[in-house]
């Protein structure tokens, strides 16, 4: 491991200061002279034809400016299928909370009193919110098959390639994508097995759970260009889409990324589109804050998932098969992650004998989108639970027959891809212990689960300016939802060798940031880091070829120490840091400015794995569950700031406990939402998150920047996983829905009885 000097350290948050202050900004913190305020009215339909839009009461309310429709937005021709591009419902509405008309008024008093008095006249259709009946060849089309979805933003969380694609036009118009994985002879293998476990497991639907609601600002100029400040994990994304939809050029759309207060994978693509067209018709700033309500009608939730999965094995813990068909329910946007669900249930262990399909469902519910981990927590949910019943089932102590069968290096995934470098089998090994002490009392039990993320990559670039007190600016294009600028200006200030206080990170908006991917996926420290990395190092490279011609020293001979650039061995033969950069950015001078400038594309990919040991009490007669606590240990390659390592490992676990216990959103047979409020839908509350053990493992990267992985995704992925072994430990029943609510384990406990 490199030595260093700030690496390994737990350094403050940067923007710490700001936000315990209450001075950081927000996009609904800002209105600029002359801003209209924008409301939505959403459709109370979830599948039905617009016959008519009444807008006369709502343009009589005092203060209204506009009231703009899908007709006064999208063009002729079919609807866009992609959630971004279709702004406004035109000819119908395809699930309850889509917008069909927004007012625009001096006011925000006046937006919402006018709101509600659009009236849309509606000729019902046919609905369905059951992904198994959606496939059906009599179920009600959404949209026609032809009208594929142009993004997806959950696949651009991880880079994972190969499969089968599946011919859908043989299945059911709602059936927009489907793919395969397969290798050896799973009847053989089934055959050959001392045990077979078959189960259906399902997974709700989860929103991610943000305090920040999603909000847009949308600045015009007398050119027809716009800038917009919005809350976005992906600025030049955003830049992207809202100039594709809008008819514009790239140039013409200034995306600013401001503060996200809580993202998750949820704040990528939303307003946007809209708000700018909403802000070119007026001529005029034109804001768009969504009501928390709003949020859990048409935002962009987790899809939820029905995974029917066979597992055989034999006596001496041989995994034998695996057999699965995974059913996304889209909503009505394509975009879930059916190829990372797959790649997770058949790459954990090795098995020679593999059939895993997918399937990609459209029904009358929001259109889906990226949450931490996209796919893996609904995959691993199924893997690991069918992997613990089939070790109990022969005897296995369930971590060992996890070592027994667990991937390495070179072990070929589902796609036949090897596995790079990882580090399964150590995650598994630092539970041991934990695992050997475990003592249940009475109604107790233990559960341990894995799970693993592949990595993303991405190229990205960032610029390193020296300034004239010896500072440095550090200028990005990525997007900090996590922490990382502090990790940006921990590996500015050891590779250029300043105090990590002389560091400032810069977000800059699309027209002067160095590009960078969306925020997500594990990837920016991996991807990011390195582009930093290499900034410092040409702006330090550009420093010491000053100092020698100024020292009249080769390069090489030179080291720098404590703000000074001196002869290695000779101190009084030195000069200032802020010397040299006075030097090269003097009027008439003879040294070009300070400024690095890195790249990356690394095209490695550094998985991350989280192995999980949960320890829970349940009540038989309730089925109520008491968390007692979690242990999680997790490869990150190398911790570059151990704090923040711990804490994304602590509230990943604590979304996890959401996934297991608490969260999911419900819908009626008519797409109804039944609870889309914070009173309805259930998020854990600080009592019911146990103490959370962190341990971290460190394998270092060989392509990561000092080492590190990407560490957000994994510690989500196994929790649900290993809190439903632990409850079939403590109660000897399995629970195979999510959330494990207590009637579903009361029920569980009785058929098991």
């Given amino acids: 491991m490199t030595a260093t000097t700030l690496i390994g350290k737990a350094i403050p948050r940067v923007d710490s200061p700001q936000k315990v202050r209450g001075q950081t900004r927000y996009t609904a913190d800002l209105t600029p002279p002359g801003t209209l305020i924008a409301r939505l009215t959403t459709a109370t339909q ?19 400016v506009d009231v703009v429709t899908g007709a006064d937005l999208l063009p002729d021709g079919p609807e866009p299928s992609e959630r971004a591009r279709a702004m406004l419902a035109r000819d119908k509405v395809i699930y309850y909370g889509q917008p069909v008309a927004v007012v625009i008024a001096e006011t925000e008093a006046a937006a919402e009193e006018a709101a509600p008095l659009v009236q849309v006249d509606y000729e019902p259709l046919g609905v369905v919110v059951d992904p198994h009946a959606a496939m059906q060849p009599d179920a009600p089309v959404i949209r026609p098959k032809a009208q594929e979805g142009e993004w997806a933003e959950a696949q651009m969380h991880a880079t994972v390639q190969g499969g089968e694609e599946v011919d859908v036009n043989r299945l059911g118009d709602n059936v927009t994508s489907a793919i395969r994985f397969r290798r050896g002879d799973v009847e053989q293998g089934f055959a050959e097995a001392d045990v077979i476990v078959e189960r259906t497991y399902t ?35 955003a830049r992207t889409v809202t100039a594709d939809t809008l008819g514009l050029a790239q140039n013409q759309v200034t995306v600013v990324p401001m503060e996200v207060g809580g993202g998750f994978g949820g704040k990528t693509v939303l307003l946007e589109p809209l708000v700018g067209a909403l802000a070119l018709r007026t001529g005029r700033p034109v804001k768009l804050v969504l009501t928390r309500m709003e949020e859990f009608l048409l935002a962009t939730p987790a899809p939820g998932a029905v995974i029917d999965l066979k597992l055989g094995a034999k006596k001496d813990g041989t995994i034998t098969a695996i057999q699965g068909r995974v059913i996304f329910d889209s909503g009505v946007y394509p975009g879930a992650p059916t190829n990372v669900a797959l790649l997770m249930i058949g790459g954990y262990y090795r098995c020679a004998n593999l059939d895993l399909i997918g399937y990609e469902v459209l029904t009358n519910k929001p259109g889906v989108g990226a949450y931490r981990a996209p796919g893996a927590p609904q995959g691993t949910f199924a893997i690991e639970q069918a992997v613990d019943e089939a070790a109990r089932a022969l005897g296995w102590d369930p971590l060992e027959f996890r070592l027994r069968n667990a991937s390495a290096p070179g072990d070929p995934q589902p796609n036949d891809v090897p596995w790079p470098e990882m580090g399964l089998r150590e995650v598994l090994e630092a539970l041991r212990d934990r695992w050997q002490q475990r003592n249940a009392g009475p109604n107790e039990g233990f559960g341990i689960a894995v799970g693993g993320w592949p990595g993303g990559v991405e190229p990205c670039a960032a610029n390193v300016r020296l300034n004239t007190d010896g500072s440095l600016t550090v200028s990005l294009g990525s997007v900090d939802i996590t922490g990382t600028n502090t990790t940006m200006a921990m590996i500015a200030a050891e590779t250029f060798g300043v105090p990590v206080d002389r560091v400032k990170i810069v977000t800059d908006n699309t027209d002067a940031a160095p590009y960078a991917g969306m925020s997500g996926g594990s990837k920016i420290t991996y991807t990011v880091g390195l582009a930093v990395r290499a900034a410092a190092e040409e702006a330090r490279r550009q420093v010491f070829a000053i100092a020698a011609a100024e020292l009249e020293a080769a390069p090489e001979d030179l080291e720098m120490v404590d703000g000074r650039v001196q002869v290695k061995g000779v101190p009084d033969r030195s000069i200032a840091i802020t010397e040299i950069a006075r030097m090269s950015m003097t009027f008439g001078g003879k040294y070009e400015p300070v400024y690095g400038v890195g790249k990356s594309a690394v095209t490695a990919r550094a998985p991350g794995f989280s192995g999980q040991l949960a320890h829970v009490r349940v009540d038989p007669a309730t089925g109520e569950v008491t968390l007692l606590g979690i242990v999680a240990v997790q490869d990150v390659g190398r911790a570059l700031n151990p704090a923040l390592v711990e804490g994304q490992v ?5 979304q996890g406990i959401g996934w297991a216990l608490h969260e999911g959103l419900i819908y009626d047979d008519n797409g109804q939402p039944l609870n889309p409020t914070l009173m309805d839908y259930s998020l854990p ?49 399995r629970v195979t829905d999510l959330p494990m609510t207590a009637p579903r384990i009361r029920a569980a406990i009785a058929k098991a009885n």
Wanted: hydrophobic share 45%.
């Fill in 46 to 64: 979830a599948h039905a034809r617009i016959k008519g839009i009444d807008t006369s009461a709502a343009r009589a309310v005092p203060g209204v």
């Fill in 203 to 237: 997974t709700a639907s989860v929103h991610q759970g943000y305090i920040e609601p999603h909000a847009t600002l949308a600045v015009p100029d007398p050119l027809g260009n716009l800038t917009i400040y919005t809350a976005t994990q992906g600025q030049f994304y």
């Fill in 650 to 654: 602590q509230g990943g676990v604590a």
């Fill in 685 to 733: 509350a600080a009592p019911q998150v146990p103490p959370i053990e962190v341990k971290l493992v460190e394998l270092p990267s060989s392509a990561g920047p000092f080492g590190a992985k990407g560490v957000g995704e994994p510690p989500v992925i196994p929790t649900a996983a290993a809190i439903a072994n632990a409850i079939a430990d403590a109660t000897g029943a």
